[in-house]
């Protein structure tokens, strides 16, 4: 049974607002290794929407999945949490 209106939120920092409307967002999480039982950094960027524009380079952002907006983007900013200098 699939649970309805949650979304899911993740933290991370935008690496690209070239795009009109758009920006890239670099998440990272630590993963545990099954072996050695490390933590690693993983990585992955995602594609959202930034309706106002307002995002820039550096800035850490918190995005919110939402329905097909196009080909990659499934994303969409939800708030600023910090400005980059």
Same mark, same amino acid.
């Given at each position: ?18 795009? &009109? @409307?758009? /920006?890239? +967002?670099?998440?990272e999480?630590?993963? *545990?290794? $099954?072996?050695?039982?490390? =933590? ?18 550096? &800035? @850490?952002? /918190?995005? +919110? ?5 196009? *080909?990659? $983007?499934?994303?969409?900013? =939800? ?7």
């Amino acid at each position: 049974m699939k649970k309805r209106g949650i979304k899911r939120q993740v933290v991370g920092t935008v690496v690209s607002d070239k795009m &009109d @409307k758009t /920006v890239v +967002v670099n998440v990272e999480r630590l993963t *545990k290794h $099954k072996f050695y039982h490390k =933590y690693i950094k993983r990585c992955s960027n995602f594609v959202a929407h930034d309706k106002n524009n307002e995002c820039s380079l550096g &800035d @850490k952002v /918190v995005i +919110v999945e939402s329905k097909p907006i196009s *080909k990659t $983007k499934r994303w969409v900013l =939800y708030k600023v949490l910090e400005r980059a200098v």
